[in-house]
């Protein structure tokens, strides 16, 4: 069974625009890369002017690790990116209880908003793959 296509060159590139700040790599589960470019502005711009044609390798790598399922990955990213301290993404993915602490504490104080950005890919791929389908 072919998978289907789990996350968007078009967002991709849409994030890639603030690719400075790490959006892109952190749509495309690298957390890591995600908060040097962060902290860094894309590693002083030049990585974030390379990454313009590394992202349709980053898309095909996110298809390969991450299930597709019931949870749309660019739904629930759109979700956080914009809504997270509201705690809307987890309420997406069924969390309610979460979702209503995000929602009182602001995203956990931006702290929880800030897990959610480095696991958000796991958790979606986790809640897709227990999920009969």
């Keep these: 069974m072919q ?9 991709g590139y849409l994030l890639w625009l ?10 495309y589960g690298k957390p890591v890369t995600g908060t ?7 590693l002083l711009g030049i990585g974030w002017l390379i990454d313009l044609f590394l992202i349709p390798g980053m898309d095909r790598d996110a298809e390969l690790r ?9 739904i629930a990213w759109l979700l956080l990116t914009f809504l997270g301290v509201l705690g809307v993404h ?30 958000m890919n796991q958790q979606i791929s986790l809640r897709n793959a227990s999920q009969p389908g």
């Design 66 to 74: 991450f299930h597709s399922g019931a949870i749309d990955y660019n």
């Design 18 to 27: 603030f690719g400075f700040l790490g959006a892109h790599r952190f749509y």
């Design 90 to 119: 987890r309420m997406y993915q069924g969390k309610w209880p979460t979702g209503i602490l995000y929602l009182l504490t602001g995203g956990l104080f931006l702290i929880g908003v800030l897990y959610d950005f480095w696991t």
């Design 36 to 42: 040097i470019w962060f902290f860094t502005l894309g």
């Design 3 to 11: 998978q289907r296509d789990n996350h968007s060159k078009l967002i």
